[in-house]
């Protein structure tokens, strides 16, 4: 079982969306658990509005207490659980949620300006929890991608300059994700516009992971 935990203190980044479509599409691998530990819960809530011809195809929990969020770890018979993590820096939910983790994705938005700090203060909380969970691995995940616009690229070389790993998947701003969302579907299940391209983005993510936790 690998456990994945998706993190930013900041709200709006794609912590949810992150969540909801990597557990989708890693649930090809095995059974898989998707945990809500955001109080707003918004992936169950997403994952609860699934048509009845298109149900979630992997298990979903709510998750709020630290103590219960660390035991995840002791599950036996997924092969992998998805955590989507609070909005909240240096809580102790966080902290949970980063402890019970083989690796933590922090998205992040390119057109952010406090970019770094952002991003910087994410690190610190997970080369915290790295103190009781020296195997963590993590890597940033740029999301809300605009075609034909170098931030990405600077955020990139931001990131590298301070030693923070970056997926080479980007996720392209597009309207699949939001259209997905309020259908209560991954963009797998989608057929809305420009669909599939969104889907092969959320499956390279997923062969990413993959690739690093093998
Ligand atoms: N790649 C994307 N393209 C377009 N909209 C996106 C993308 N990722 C997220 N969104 C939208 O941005 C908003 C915030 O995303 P969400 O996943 O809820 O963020 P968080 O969980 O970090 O608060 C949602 O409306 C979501 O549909
Ligand atoms: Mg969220």
Same mark, same amino acid.
């Given at each position: 079982?690998?456990?994945?935990?998706?993190?930013?203190?900041?709200?709006?980044?794609?912590?949810?969306?992150?969540? @909801?479509?990597?557990?989708?599409?890693?649930?090809? &691998?095995? /059974?898989?658990?998707?945990?809500?530990?955001?109080?707003? !819960?918004? !992936?169950?809530?997403?994952?609860?509005?699934?048509?009845?011809?298109? /149900?979630? $195809? %992997?298990?979903?929990?709510? @998750?709020?207490? /630290?103590?219960?969020?660390?035991?995840?770890?002791?599950? &036996?018979?997924?092969?992998?659980?998805?955590? &989507?993590? $609070?909005?909240?820096?240096?809580?102790?939910?966080?902290?949970?949620?980063?402890?019970?983790? &083989? =690796?933590?994705?922090?998205?992040?938005? $390119?057109?952010?300006?406090? =970019?770094?700090?952002?991003?910087? %203060?994410?690190?610190?909380?997970?080369?915290?929890?790295?103190?009781?969970?020296?195997?963590?691995?993590? !890597?940033?995940?740029?999301? #809300?991608?605009?075609?034909?616009?170098?931030?990405?690229?600077?955020?990139?070389?931001?990131?590298?300059?301070?030693?923070?790993?970056?997926?080479?998947?980007?996720?392209?701003?597009?309207? %699949?994700?939001?259209? %997905?969302?309020?259908?209560?579907?991954?963009?797998?299940?989608?057929?809305?516009?420009?669909? #599939?391209?969104?889907? #092969?983005?959320?499956?390279?993510?997923?062969?990413?992971? #993959?690739? @690093? =936790?093998?």
């Amino acid at each position: 079982m690998s456990v994945i935990s998706i993190v930013n203190q900041k709200g709006g980044v794609g912590k949810t969306t992150a969540a @909801v479509n990597l557990a989708a599409e890693l649930a090809q &691998d095995g /059974p898989t658990l998707l945990v809500d530990a955001d109080p707003q !819960a918004s !992936a169950v809530g997403w994952v609860m509005r699934a048509p009845e011809n298109k /149900p979630y $195809p %992997a298990e979903f929990r709510a @998750v709020t207490d /630290p103590g219960q969020l660390e035991r995840l770890r002791e599950l &036996d018979g997924y092969r992998w659980v998805v955590i &989507d993590g $609070p909005p909240a820096l240096g809580s102790p939910l966080m902290e949970a949620a980063l402890v019970a983790a &083989d =690796l933590a994705i922090i998205p992040v938005t $390119p057109s952010a300006i406090d =970019l770094m700090s952002m991003v910087e %203060a994410t690190a610190v909380s997970v080369r915290r929890a790295m103190r009781r969970n020296p195997s963590l691995l993590y !890597a940033v995940l740029i999301n #809300r991608v605009v075609t034909g616009t170098t931030m990405p690229l600077k955020v990139r070389e931001a990131m590298t300059q301070e030693q923070i790993p970056v997926f080479a998947t980007e996720w392209t701003s597009s309207t %699949a994700f939001v259209g %997905a969302a309020e259908l209560g579907v991954p963009v797998q299940f989608y057929r809305g516009w420009n669909w #599939r391209a969104a889907a #092969r983005e959320v499956e390279a993510l997923a062969q990413e992971i #993959r690739e @690093v =936790l093998a």
